[in-house]
């Protein structure tokens, strides 16, 4: 059974660093890329970057592009999202999807989504 | 880059036939999309992808009361015998050379 399991809920404040995770399983991990996306409160879905486990290839909307880190370890079957610095926009549900790497590439599986708040 | 354009919300009721439409920006007639369902406080699901010959695969568990059909740029999910579980908002989905991933705004499908 393929799954995609993302890393827990975050509170954090502004100006603080943090990475959050997804693990696929139930699949190779290297012939499938991960894209996140962004879910502000009560708005709709946001293509954020993808990221090929096999080589680490990254893509990213300009929207996201420098604000975002995306990375992966193909060892452990898990991508990551990360920010350096956090602000309070930022603040929204995370959700990393499973992108079929052969045409034609679209979103097959998701991951339950990871929240993150920041506050002060 | 295309754009999906899809309306904001839509209505229908327990046990009629509803139809959602996606549509894709001029000089993208052609392009695949996937459709996907996001029933409230939960992730999103994949429901199936569509081709702007019409034909359409759906995801594993997706019951045969969704169905996808096309003409020109619109692309359709039509959801049959609506049911309380149905509720939800769907969202389309297109790339551009393997480079571009973007959503439409979504529709909140009301099941009166």
């Known amino acids: 059974e393929v799954q995609l399991v993302q890393s827990g809920a975050e509170v954090k404040k502004p100006g603080e660093s943090l990475r959050i995770s997804c693990k696929g399983s139930?699949?190779?991990?290297?012939?499938?890329?991960i894209s996140w996306v962004r879910q502000m409160p009560g708005k709709g879905l946001e293509w954020m970057g993808r990221i090929d486990p096999s080589d680490s290839y990254t893509n990213y909307s300009p929207s996201f592009q420098g604000h975002v880190t995306i990375s992966a370890d193909k060892s452990i079957s898990t991508a990551y999202l990360q920010w350096s610095s956090l602000k309070a926009s930022d603040t929204a549900m995370y959700y990393c999807?499973?992108?079929?790497?052969?045409?034609?590439?679209?979103?097959?599986?998701w991951g339950q989504g990871t929240l993150v708040t920041v506050s002060s | 880059q295309p754009v999906l354009t899809q309306s904001s919300s839509a209505s229908a009721s327990l046990g009629s036939s509803v139809k959602l439409t996606c549509t894709l920006s001029?000089?993208?007639?052609?392009?695949?999309i996937a459709w996907h369902q996001q029933q409230p406080g939960k992730a999103p699901r994949y429901l199936m992808k569509?081709?702007?010959?019409?034909?359409?695969n759906k995801g594993s568990g997706v019951p045969d009361r969704f169905s996808g059909s096309s003409s020109g740029a619109d692309r359709y999910l039509t959801i049959s015998n609506l049911q309380s579980e149905d509720e939800a908002d769907y969202y389309c989905?297109?790339?551009?050379?393997?480079?571009?991933?973007?959503f439409g705004g979504g529709t909140k499908l009301t099941v009166l």
């Open positions: 139930g699949y190779s991990f290297t012939s499938y890329w």
């Open positions: 999807a499973r992108i079929r790497a052969v045409a034609p590439t679209y979103s097959d599986y």
């Open positions: 001029s000089g993208h007639s052609s392009y695949i």
């Open positions: 569509l081709e702007g010959s019409g034909s359409y």
């Open positions: 989905e297109t790339w551009d050379s393997n480079t571009h991933w973007v």
